[in-house]
Nanobody
Framework: QVQLVESGGGSVQPGGSLRLSCVVSGFLGFRDSWMYWVRQAPGKGLEWVASIAPTGISKFYSDSVNGRFTISRDNAKNTVHLQMTNLNSMDTAVYFC????????RGRGTRVTVSW
């Protein structure tokens, strides 16, 4: 059974940083697959945040996070990370690691709250 387990969320003040991690298990194709981060803000739908190619070389970001977030992966450890900097209140959401861009095949998420 494929499992994606996110961690690293929490509460942070505007301008702060957090690093999210996702450990993937039971997925033999991890090293050959694109991986994604998506998020869901309170009362809103899922929003794609970032994508990373199997090799980790190609990366894409939504306009709202480009320049502030960095996606990375460690294929030896079946993990995906999301380094988030200069956070603002609009980044408050539950963040999910996903095997697809739409977020259908995602983990349970980790909550990020940005406020004073």
């Amino acid at each position: 059974q494929v499992q994606l387990v996110e961690s690293g969320g929490g509460s942070v003040q505007p301008g702060g940083s957090l690093r999210l991690s996702c450990v993937v298990s039971g997925f033999l194709g991890f090293r050959d697959s694109w991986m994604y981060w998506v998020r869901q803000a309170p009362g809103k739908g899922l929003e794609w945040v970032a994508s990373i190619a199997p090799t980790g070389i190609s990366k894409f970001y939504s306009d709202s996070v480009n320049g502030r977030f960095t996606i990375s992966r460690d294929n030896a450890k079946n993990t995906v990370h999301l380094q988030m900097t200069n956070l603002n209140s609009m980044d408050t959401a539950v963040y999910f690691c996903s095997r697809d861009q739409s977020g259908w095949r995602r983990g349970r998420g980790t909550r990020v709250t940005v406020s004073w």
